[in-house]
């Protein structure tokens, strides 16, 4: 009887030895993906250059986390020298942990300010019980950050917004703003005087969730956005994974498209000039064929859309 049972400790601790080591391989991959798309997206853009001093905020949250951790690596690969200086804007919230970020950011030695701006009780005050705060919250953050990153002479501006978020600014701007406006990886501030940049603009929200359960990173809530159900990015957002859902491949065709521009062929007269188009007699690539091939005519799969009904709160 002993011999057998010892046997299937042996079995149970191999499987378990096997279950850790394909974890660490798919933990491996996974952070070496990030670092790829991650530098990508920093050479596609030339986000950071040599002697900046790069502004990393964290708000407590998955995507900033993920972030610096990823920035950190990068900077000790890169064939370029530059800083990295974290910054957290303490808003005052209820119930917010404020020793967690320091004592984070002092195990990895890193340079860190924490600004403190009692933001929550304006955003409180003034916006209605029930409204979405995200906009007169996301204006004060900035224009505080805009400062901070002027008094630590702060080169880059650097934000953790990733492609999900990009995407679904697409849509809000489209669906709510009548416009075809996103969120882009690189660009300057309303000020003129930053350039804010987006190192995550090809990383899915799907892989920072799993890189900070890896990571163990000490998540804060957010007490003011997290907690509103109402919110139209929220829509967004399930409108998109309804899409991934029945029609894999279309969010990834849709976040192409954001960066293969036709501007001959919307209604944008600013971008094209409709008015001085003249028969040249010369063949061109994107002129109009008369009847294009229906982008739908190889399959019988009905477009989904959900709709979205007009929020009596205000905008993101």
Sequence with gaps: MDAPAAHATQADTGLTARQAEKAAYENNKLHKRLCRLVGQAIGDFNMIEEGDRVMVCLSGGKDSYALLDILLTLRERAPINFDIVAVNLDQKQPNFPEHVLPAYLRSLDVPFHIETQDTYSIVKRVIPEGKTTCSLCSRLRRGI????????????????????????????????????????????????????????????????????????????????????????????????????????????????????????????????????????????????????????????????????????????
């Design 145 to 316: 950050l805009y400062r901070v990153a002027d008094e630590l002479g702060a080169t880059k501006i650097a934000l953790g917004h990733h492609r999900d978020d990009i995407m679904e600014t697409f849509f809000l701007n489209m669906f709510f703003g009548s416009k075809l406006k996103g969120m882009p990886p690189k660009l300057q501030s309303d000020d003129g005087r930053h350039i804010v940049i987006r190192p995550l603009a090809y990383v899915r929200e799907s892989d920072t969730e799993r890189y900070a359960a890896l990571k163990n990173f000490p998540i804060i809530p957010c007490d003011l956005c997290g907690s509103q159900e109402n919110l139209q990015r929220k829509q967004i957002k399930g409108m998109l994974r309804e899409w991934e859902k029945k029609f894999p491949g279309r969010v990834d065709n849709i976040f192409s498209s954001l960066s293969t521009i036709v501007p001959s062929h919307l209604m944008d007269r600013s971008l094209f000039d409709f008015a001085k188009l003249e028969v040249t007699g010369l063949p061109l690539a994107d002129g109009d064929i008369a009847f294009d091939e229906s982008p739908c005519a190889t399959t019988n799969t009905p477009v989904n859309i959900i709709q979205l009904q007009p929020q009596t709160t205000g905008g993101d």
